[in-house]
């Protein structure tokens, strides 16, 4: 009950703080989608997801006016969206959005940038929750040899995705 409250007073800041921006920017500024993103993951942490999913919808509008196509927070706002419907146990609408996080990034980043990675692994934990094991597989494979080109060798992101292709396995 008591994060809630910090939910409540985060949204509310968020809130003023877009209202000021809608005040005093141009309707399509990407920082009017920031704020749009921020109260967005308020609601998403809050479990309020119709809410999280509208505010990102919203923000990822705005990017695509204000932003070249490929641009990579148009990648993120698409990621954001993504995460949203997998936690409301829409995976094919989450496959979608995280497919075109992943189809942005690959042409806006270098191959082996962490931000790649962290694409593979939410389609690989959207293929497990679907039960298609061997797909997730091949996404958890590709998260780690990007993760093992860009990060240190004792990072913990190496051994999280290790482990959960053991658990991936079990269930093939």
Do not use: C
Request: proline letters at 6%; zero cysteines; glycine letters at 4%.
């Amino acid at each position: 009950k008591e994060n809630l409250g910090q939910y409540n007073q985060a949204i509310e800041f968020y809130e003023r703080a877009r209202d000021i921006s809608e005040k005093t920017l141009h309707p399509n500024h990407p920082n009017l989608a920031h704020s749009y993103n921020n109260i967005g993951s308020v609601y998403s942490g809050m479990g309020e997801y119709s809410k999280a999913l509208s505010s990102h919808e919203r923000s990822l509008d705005i990017l695509k006016i204000a932003l070249p196509p490929n641009h990579p927070n148009l990648a993120s706002s698409y990621n954001n969206i993504g995460n949203v419907y997998s936690d409301m146990g829409e995976y094919s609408k989450a496959l979608l959005s995280h497919e075109r996080s992943l189809e942005i990034r690959k042409i806006a980043l270098p191959p082996n940038h962490p931000d790649l990675a962290h694409s593979y692994n939410n389609i690989a934990s959207l293929y497990n929750s679907m039960g298609e094991y061997s797909k997730a597989l091949l996404f958890l494979e590709r998260t780690l040899v990007i993760f093992e080109k860009s990060l240190a060798p004792n990072h913990p992101h190496i051994a999280l995705v290790k482990r959960n292709m053991e658990k991936v396995k079990k269930k093939i």
